[in-house]
């Protein structure tokens, strides 16, 4: 586990926040959301290691901490995993939750992480810096029925409760096509649309081996084709298969058809600098040969 003198010593020295130790003493939820803005607009959200051959799938906690503090980042299970680590190394009451995105008929576990006790005993929060889709802030979850509705970049979102189950709502800004399935996969209330579903169960992680099956598993879903997503300044920017996606000042997003491999990487290299053009070559490598069998 990071120490806290080694959590500190990075995130003032690497992401140049300051004065880390009095912030915690003076505002724990305010510095929290700094440091999850800090994340989106550092570790870039990316399914490359879903198509990497065995020699760089994870081996331990060191590798998921080399991937995030590098900038290299990784999906849901590397970015989460290293929040949980990074907040508990600071001293905050985190755990790791698992919950189902609910995306047409795939349903597909994804790792969040829960801080009790942030603001006052008792309370919770939920953290989600590897969603590839914004989420600013520590989400507070001691509301009955409904939380406030956010609007984080390009995407408008809420949380509300239903039948024992947290449901997280995405409105306006929603990438997903809507296609009317049942409602173990699609769900919608008029405009919002159901991203995934949890309850308040702690995800058993008291050593690599606890949390290994779930990352090998994530890092084998070979149906995610090659994408990428972070929001520097707060902007999105995207590519997901051959499309360019970048958000402009009103809020829009511009998109590029990329028309060639040779864009493609190009485009990496320019709006991804962090991620080492080998990791993106072997990616797609992979991607091609699993869709010539699927």
């Known amino acids: 586990m990071l120490t806290k ?7 003032q020295s690497e992401w140049k926040i300051k ?9 724990r939820e305010k510095f929290l959301n700094q440091l999850i803005v800090t994340v989106y607009e550092r570790v870039p959200f990316h399914v490359f290691f879903a198509h990497m051959p065995q020699e760089w799938k994870v081996t331990g906690f060191a590798d998921i901490e080399k991937w995030c503090m590098s900038g290299t980042g990784g999906h849901c299970g590397i970015i ?9 190394a600071l001293g905050f009451n985190a755990y790791l939750c698992l919950t189902i995105v609910t995306k047409s008929t795939l349903l597909n576990p994804h790792l969040i992480v829960i801080v009790k006790d942030l603001v006052k ?43 024992g189950m947290i449901f997280r709502m995405h409105g306006k800004g ?6 009317n399935l049942p409602k173990p996969y699609d769900y919608y209330q008029g405009k919002w649309r159901r991203y995934y579903l949890f309850c308040l169960e702690r995800f058993p992680c008291k050593s690599f081996d606890d949390v290994r099956g779930y990352i090998d598993v994530r890092s084998g879903g070979y149906l995610f084709s090659p994408r990428a997503a972070w929001f520097p300044g707060g902007k999105a920017v995207m590519i997901l298969n051959d499309m360019l996606r970048i ?4 809020g829009s997003l511009k998109e590029t058809r990329l028309t060639s491999y040779e864009e493609i990487l190009k485009a990496y290299q320019e709006y991804f600098p962090t991620i080492s053009k080998d990791i993106i070559n072997q990616s797609y490598s992979m991607w091609q040969k699993i869709k010539s069998k699927i």
């Not at 989460?80 to 508990?88: A, C, D, G, K, V």
Request: hydrophobic share 35%.
């Open 80 to 88: 989460n995993t290293f929040m949980w680590r990074l907040l508990t």
């Open 174 to 179: 929603d990438l997903a096509t809507h296609r």
């Open 247 to 250: 958000e402009q000042e009103d």
């Open 19 to 27: 004065d880390v130790e009095q912030q915690l003493q003076n505002d």
């Open 121 to 163: 005993t008792g309370d919770i929060h939920l953290v989600d810096c590897g969603l590839g889709q914004p989420s600013f802030r520590a989400i507070s979850l001691n509301f009955n029925k409904e939380s406030p509705v956010y609007r984080d970049s390009i995407l408008e979102y809420k949380y509300i409760k239903e039948d």
């Open 5 to 11: 003198t080694e959590a500190i010593e990075f995130l």
